[in-house]
């Protein structure tokens, strides 16, 4: 079954650049996303992408995609406190539900 | 996206007893997902709840445990039965849109299960 790893923790000083890298097993995903869980609170959806693409910028975030590899990373320019999260890589499985990853728990020090 | 609301938000309950979690969706969707988080973990599907039917439940979870309804596209609960404290987790409620991939699902906000 498709499997998604991820380092659990990185600590970075507020205003550097975080980055979170994933690897997965499923050649076949067509998406691939990254979820963001604030302490307290459900998942949200922070960003995805498509297979075909290496790379997606949106804002602060950016996703590199290397297919040969099955490595994802999501890279948080500008890092503040409110980044403080656990974020999870997570690909689509059988049933349209999702394979998640451990989660990185992303601490911003001032 | 659609909104979720889910309930309780959390609770501490007696080993043996029963909790039922109620998520409330503002618009019809097609799938209905019930994930399990357990203390310091990743998410684990319980089952996919579907419309009319019995629920459609993941290795490891069985319905006389994990007992789910869904009457109608906007609504679901799960019961978790029989608690034991090794059901203390993060229960959440996943909504998957009519639109599908590739805009992810919406997720609760979860309930957070605390067994004595």
């Known amino acids: 079954g498709e499997d998604v790893e991820q380092s659990l923790f990185l600590s970075v000083r507020e205003g550097d650049s975080s980055v979170i890298n994933c690897t997965y097993t499923?050649?076949?995903?067509?998406?691939l996303y990254w979820y963001k869980q604030e302490p307290g609170a459900g998942l949200q959806l922070l960003t995805y992408i498509f297979s075909n693409m290496d790379m997606k910028q949106d804002q602060r975030l950016t996703v590199l995609l290397n297919k040969k590899d099955k490595h994802l990373s999501l890279r948080i320019a500008d890092t503040q406190t409110g980044d403080s999260a656990i974020y999870f890589c997570?690909?689509?499985?059988?049933?349209?539900?999702?394979?998640f990853g451990p989660g990185t728990r992303l601490s911003v020090l001032p | 996206s659609a909104v979720i609301s889910q309930k309780p938000s959390r609770d501490i309950c007696q080993r043996g007893t029963s909790l039922t979690i109620q998520c409330q969706v503002d618009s019809q969707v097609t799938m209905m997902f019930w994930y399990r988080q357990q203390p310091g973990q990743s998410l684990t599907l319980i089952a996919t709840a579907n419309q009319g039917s019995e629920a459609t439940y993941e290795s490891g979870f069985v319905i006389d445990k994990f007992p789910i309804s869904r009457p109608n596209l906007t609504f679901s609960t799960l019961t978790v039965s029989n608690m034991s404290p090794e059901d203390s987790s993060i229960y959440l409620c996943?909504?998957?849109?009519?639109?599908?991939?590739?805009?992810?699902?919406?997720f609760g906000s979860g309930t957070r299960l605390t067994v004595v």
């Open positions: 499923d050649s076949s995903s067509t998406y």
């Open positions: 997570a690909e689509p499985s059988y049933g349209q539900n999702f394979v």
């Open positions: 996943s909504v998957g849109e009519d639109r599908g991939l590739p805009y992810g699902y919406t």
